[in-house]
C-alpha cells in the first residue's frame, strides 16, 4: 500500500488566510496535535507493511491504521465489483454510495442545529468536523472563508491527502472522482443552494501533490432542483 504524501506538510497550510471575520468562525490550521498526522515516513511504512509488534504501537499508530483501513476495505469491495460486474459498475456504485452518503451527512449535522439554509461559515464548520472526524488523511483538508460576491457567499478547500485517493492499493484506479461526484448530488438534494467546482484534483490527474474545490452558496433564492453535477 502506498504512503501519505510526501508534501503533508502542516506548516504551508498555516499560512493560509482563513478569511473569517472578528468573532466568527475561523476553520481550521492546527494539526500539530492531531493523532497520527505527524508520523515519518519511515513510520507509516513500517505500519502499512505490519513490520512493528503490538507492544511498540502508540496511539497515533493505531489512529493511522484505521483511517487507512477503512480506504482499504472500500477499494477491495470496489475490486470485487470490477472483477465480477466490470469497472463502470464499480464505478456506479461508488457514486450512488457517495450521494448518499453525502446527503445523509450533511441533513443529520444540520438538523440537530436547526439550520435549514447553507452559509460559508456554516459550510466551514462542517467541513472541518468531517474531515477532523475522518482520520490523519482527510484531517490535511483545509478550509477558507473568500470575499463573497453580490449573490454568492465561497468556500475554498485545499488539501493534500484525500480519504478517497491516498492509501489505495497500489495498481488500482482512483475513485475520488465518483466520489466527488456523488458528494455533490447528495449534498445538492439536501441544500441546492450549494454548487462546487473541482479545480484540481489527485484523482483525476490534474494534480500530484493536492487537491482544490470550490464551494459556491447561493445567497438568496428558492431551493431549486438539483441541476447537473457540476464539478467536472
Known sequence: MSTLNEELAIEQYQKLDAGSADGQYRPNRDLRFYPGANLTAERRRSLDDQAVEPEDLSTDDIVYCLSGLVTTTMYELVEQIEQ????????????????????????????????????????????????????????????????????????????????????????MDSYSPYVSMGMELGYREAFPELTFKIVRCMGEGTSTNGCTLRFRIKKSGAHEKPEKVSSR
Not at 456506479?92 to 445523509?104: D, M, P, Q
Not at 488539501?159 to 492509501?167: M, P, S, V
Open 84 to 171: 465480477r460486474w466490470g469497472k463502470e459498475a464499480a464505478q456506479e456504485v461508488v457514486f450512488e454510495w457517495a450521494r448518499k452518503r453525502g446527503r445523509e451527512a450533511i441533513k443529520k449535522w444540520a438538523k440537530v442545529r436547526g439550520i435549514d439554509r447553507l452559509s460559508a461559515e456554516a459550510w466551514a464548520r462542517y467541513q472541518d468536523l468531517r474531515h477532523c472526524m475522518s482520520g490523519p488523511v482527510h484531517a490535511h483538508s483545509f478550509v477558507s472563508i473568500a470575499e463573497p460576491s453580490d449573490t454568492e457567499e465561497i468556500v475554498l478547500m485545499d488539501r493534500t491527502g484525500c480519504f478517497f485517493h491516498t492509501g489505495r492499493p497500489q495498481g
